[in-house]
């Protein structure tokens, strides 16, 4: 695997000879995500609606996979990506832009990328999209020859044969058995899965396959309490635990909750209050802070509040991938709540936040991230956006 380097190491301590040289490996679908927001109501059938902003960068599982790395974990990301303008951004945006290692992904000729338009108002939004399954790969790549991975047939959006790693993240669907994920575990790597919105209106736990290979599950509240038949978030993570090693459900603005089945230990954090320009991607973001404090090591509740943050950041932000916060911009908010605390320290941030003190030891200074803008011709005239 290619080492991409970053400006800070989270995990430095924990590192030794031997470990594996990914952090986190997972796999699915870029999109092009093209996102409008001010706007004042939905879109009404047969009028015009102007937006006030408007953003572009890659989507779908690039979410996640560009939250990941910009917490400093080494990231394998397995894809296809369209020979279009949109392909080639998308890609040079994840590999050069954000040090995502794409030795698993491919290029399809003649495969155009899938688009997702994307509308945020009044606290929530709309998308519509649109693409085609790519093709499956025919032959293994030189670099996934190189990993070890030898010659057998990979489909890049579930390929047979994951690289190791400390941990991988998926969607599981009902359904679609990921026969990658049981290989993954048997080698020791840590599965962490959310759930998308379940189109056959059966919610059943026993239609997700890999769900026993899962340390944790993270599911909204709404799709908790359907999974599990009950009207609270918090007793349908209790529900969870008794599947799963881990429940943890987000609330939203309201934070998360969590119930640990092998202990019983449960944590739930409150949510920082923020003006959410756009919250497309605010769910990957949340897991993906969540997947950095379980490798760390962290306490339950440190985890959550971790996570928490992580979204509240992103989602004042556009788009879904590159409003992902990195540890500079982490280490200025603590500052700035850390100045805004009572002499004391008896305000909310050092009670809850203050574990973050020792972490960032030694994080670099703010630096400009990459962002969404307008268009894409920036991007291919100099570089991505």
């Known amino acids: 695997m290619p080492q991409h380097t970053h400006p800070f190491d989270p995990l430095a301590a924990l590192r030794g000879p031997g470990d594996p040289a990914c952090d986190v490996y997972l796999s699915g679908t870029v999109f092009l995500d093209i996102i409008f927001t001010g706007l004042d109501s939905a879109p009404v059938r047969g009028t015009e609606s102007w937006a006030r902003g408007m953003g572009s960068s890659p989507g779908g599982v690039a979410n996640m996979a560009t939250a990941l790395a910009r917490l400093g974990l080494r990231t394998s990301l397995a894809a296809a990506f ?23 992904s491919h290029t399809v000729p003649g495969w155009h990328s899938p688009v997702t338009v994307s509308m945020a108002y009044e606290g929530e939004r709309t998308m519509i999209s649109h693409g085609h399954e790519a093709p499956p790969r025919e032959t293994a790549s030189s670099s996934a020859a190189a990993l070890g991975l030898g010659g057998a047939p990979i489909d890049p959006e579930a390929p047979d044969c994951p690289p190791p790693a400390r941990a991988c993240v998926t969607s599981l669907v009902p359904g679609d058995r990921q026969e990658w994920i049981a290989t993954a575990a048997r080698r020791g790597s840590r599965i ?36 599990t038949r009950t009207r609270c978030p918090r007793a349908a993570a209790r529900a969870l635990s008794e599947t799963v090693p881990l429940a943890v459900v987000t609330l939203g603005a309201h934070g998360s909750c969590a119930v640990d089945g092998r202990t019983g230990e449960t944590a739930e954090v409150p949510g920082i209050p923020v003006d959410a320009l756009d919250t497309t991607g605010a769910g990957d973001v949340f897991a ?9 090591g962290w306490p339950l509740p440190d985890r959550l509040a971790f996570a928490g943050l992580t979204a509240a950041l992103s989602v004042q932000e556009f788009g879904g991938s590159l409003s992902a916060p990195g540890w500079p911009e982490i280490a200025a908010w603590r500052s700035r709540l850390r100045t805004a605390e009572q002499p004391d320290g008896a305000g909310s941030g050092e009670g809850r936040y203050g574990f973050l003190d020792a972490v960032l030891t030694g994080c670099p200074a703010p630096a400009a991230r990459r962002r969404a803008l307008p268009t894409i011709g920036f991007g291919r005239a100099g570089g991505p956006v």
Do not use: Q
């Open 82 to 104: 369209g020979d279009d303008m949109y392909g080639d951004y998308c890609r040079e945006a994840l590999d050069k832009g954000e040090g995502i290692d794409l030795a698993l």
């Open 192 to 227: 962490f899965a959310g759930v998308g919105w379940d189109d056959t209106g059966d919610w059943d736990l026993g239609a997700l396959p890999g769900l026993e290979h899962c340390e944790a599950f993270l599911p909204n509240a709404e799709e908790a309490m359907r999974y």
């Open 288 to 296: 993906a802070g969540f997947v950095m404090g379980s490798l760390a």
